[in-house]
């Protein structure tokens, strides 16, 4: 089955960095672009980044321009986020997504998600 496992959050100054990594199974990773979001608290989960099947494409939510990279390695099967210059509006839980076609159609996985905390 589809399984998608974040790690390396954690607490972190603002300005500071962290990297975050997602590893994907039980689909062929290198057929489907990758995304990631994030939910504070009290507020609706929004898209952060995404990655094309090949990683020669990204595109990130306005928020994190500039700040944030997404990247994949299909050998690993794992996709990443490195997030530079934090700032404490970051401070969310951050999720993996992969829209895979499964049972004929396309559905939806998300990992179980990873803290950040940005604060001083």
């Known amino acids: 089955q589809v399984q998608l496992v974040e790690s390396g959050g954690g607490l972190v100054q603002p300005g500071g960095s962290l990297r975050l990594s997602c590893a994907a199974s039980?689909?062929?990773?290198?057929?489907?672009?990758m995304k990631w979001y994030r939910q504070a608290p009290g507020k609706e989960r929004e898209f952060v980044a995404t990655?094309?099947?090949?990683?020669?494409?990204?595109n990130y939510a306005d928020s994190v321009k500039g700040r944030f990279t997404i990247s994949r390695d299909n050998t690993k099967n794992t996709v990443s986020l490195q997030m530079n210059n934090l700032k404490p509006d970051d401070t969310a839980v951050y999720y993996c997504?992969?829209?895979?076609?499964?049972?004929?159609?396309?559905?939806?996985?998300w990992g179980q998600g990873t803290q950040v905390t940005v604060s001083s």
């Open positions: 997504k992969a829209a895979v076609i499964t049972y004929g159609r396309w559905n939806d996985y």
């Open positions: 039980g689909f062929t990773f290198s057929d489907y672009a």
């Open positions: 990655v094309s099947s090949t990683g020669g494409s990204t």
